[in-house]
């Protein structure tokens, strides 16, 4: 990976679509050295620009205004994982040999929407003939996963907002971040309910924002940027979209499917992994990631969030850049946008951020209720 | 014949409702584990936690609705 790219995160409602996605993209080309006529390939991510800004046919849309000439321009969707997808697809086809320049991308623009409607387009991340139909909204399918999880293993609402408080932190210190707000346990406890029992301090925030990536073949990397990432791993993996399909909603399968290829692919365990980037759609979410890849025992995701494990000088820091609770989560730019965060701390570059030690970043994308997942582990040059 | 009543496998109370259900907020949203192993969502009228029997009323625009 030679170049990471990143827009602001946040409520523009002066920048549509393609503007962002052509900011990300420029930004990475010129981090990795690259001009828009080097490149052999575009993945784009993207989960419902057809509905949030009714605007199909989206990576030729972007591509041409990019200055691509006539390569494959593909748009991928796998609801929040959409980015992360089409990273993951953008990285097999380098290193299968096909192309030796590729640019993966994300992008989503939301906020033209009312918060209602937001919600409305978000459920058809799951099933809209089941879950959907019956009103479930994604708080409620997650709020519906953290009280399973507070049932089975004494999860509380202190342990889900220690992760919020932790993200809020980290993300005032991140100038890219949409909400840069520092909150306590208190308020958190106290906001509004949006699903109970999560409330609005648990839920993820929905922004506009894109963010790009270029990956050329490792032997090629130092040619373009000495200051590359080494891709150790990515796996992709799925699983039902209905919830209720699900035999134990209180992990996800295709979360520790893709955690313990990624390893197995990366030669490694959770213990060398250095900071993660985690989907912290909702608390609950991060709690569980943490479980399901290996940083805490299965149904002590909350303990050890709250013990201060997770944060900036922990022994596994977690979505220093905020997360999607503070950051920002514009569904279809998260994946690719976890990976220029994990490249930043990589790098050195994420000042009051900077983690200890910073040699290998694992970011986990999310899509749905868990019916796609894609993990990728990533080395300092 | 298939289940009609069950045991509440988790809930919550929407406060958020989608656009369409906007009239309906906040209204109690579960999976329901019915007797013979099957799960459904659907939503229970008045209110119910993990672990209480509830048993069918009836279907609503294709939603099961369910009751203590």
Redesign the interface.
């Known amino acids: 990976m030679v170049g990471i790219g990143k827009t602001a995160f946040g409520a523009f409602a002066d920048r549509d679509l393609r503007s962002l996605a052509v900011e990300a993209v420029e930004n990475a080309m010129r981090d990795a050295k690259v001009e828009a006529k080097q490149v052999e390939a575009f993945y784009l991510g993207n989960f419902a620009g057809p509905s949030f800004v009714g605007q199909n046919h989206l990576a030729p849309y972007v591509g041409g205004a990019v200055g691509f000439e006539g390569i494959p321009c593909t748009r991928f969707e796998d609801a929040c994982a959409s980015s992360g997808a089409a990273f993951c697809h953008a990285w097999q086809s380098v290193a299968a040999g096909i192309y030796d320049v590729v640019v993966a991308a994300g992008v989503e623009k939301m906020t033209s929407q009312?918060?209602?409607?937001v919600?409305?387009i978000l459920?058809g991340a799951g099933d809209m003939?089941?879950?959907g139909?019956?009103?479930?909204?994604f708080?409620?399918l997650f709020?519906?996963?953290a009280?399973?999880h507070m049932?089975q293993f004494g999860t509380t609402r202190e342990q889900l907002a220690s992760v919020a408080v932790k993200n809020h932190a980290n993300g005032a210190k991140n100038p890219l971040a949409h909400l840069r707000k520092v909150i306590t346990i208190e308020q958190a406890l106290a906001g509004?309910?949006?699903?109970?029992?999560?409330t609005v301090y648990d839920c993820s925030l929905i922004s506009d924002g894109a963010a790009a990536v270029v990956i050329v073949p490792l032997e090629h990397a130092a040619r373009y940027n000495p200051r590359f990432a080494k891709v150790l791993a990515v796996t992709q993996t799925s699983d039902h979209v209905?919830?209720?399909?699900k035999a134990d909603?209180t992990l996800f399968p295709a979360v520790r499917a893709a955690g313990e290829k990624a390893y197995k692919m990366a030669g490694l365990t959770a213990k060398q992994i250095d900071l993660a980037e985690l989907h912290d759609c909702f608390t609950i979410a991060e709690i569980i990631a943490s479980e399901d890849l290996g940083f805490a025992a299965k149904g002590q995701g909350g303990p050890f969030a709250a013990s201060g494990a997770t944060g900036i000088n922990g022994q596994i820091p977690i979505n220093t850049s905020g997360g999607l609770k503070s950051k920002g989560h514009p569904v279809g730019a998260t994946g690719v946008g976890q990976l220029c965060d994990i490249v930043m701390q990589l790098r050195g570059d994420a000042g009051e951020r900077q983690v200890a030690r910073h040699n290998i970043g694992l970011a986990q994308n999310l899509g749905g209720s868990g019916a796609t997942c894609v993990v990728t582990i990533l080395e300092a040059a | 014949m298939p289940a009609r009543d069950g045991v509440v496998y988790t809930e919550t109370i929407v406060h958020a409702a989608p656009e369409q259900y906007a009239a309906d907020a906040p209204y109690q949203l579960a999976i329901i584990e019915l007797d013979d192993g099957v799960r459904i969502t659907g939503r229970i009228l008045e209110r119910a936690q993990i672990g209480d029997r509830v048993r069918f009323v009836e279907e609503r625009n294709g939603v099961a609705y369910y009751r203590k």
Do not use: V
Request: charged share 25%; net charge positive; hydrophobic share 45%.
């Open positions: 009312t918060t209602p409607k919600a409305e459920a003939a089941s879950e139909r019956a009103g479930a909204t708080p409620a709020a519906m996963i009280r399973r049932h509004k309910p949006i699903a109970e029992p999560l209905a919830l209720d399909h909603i």
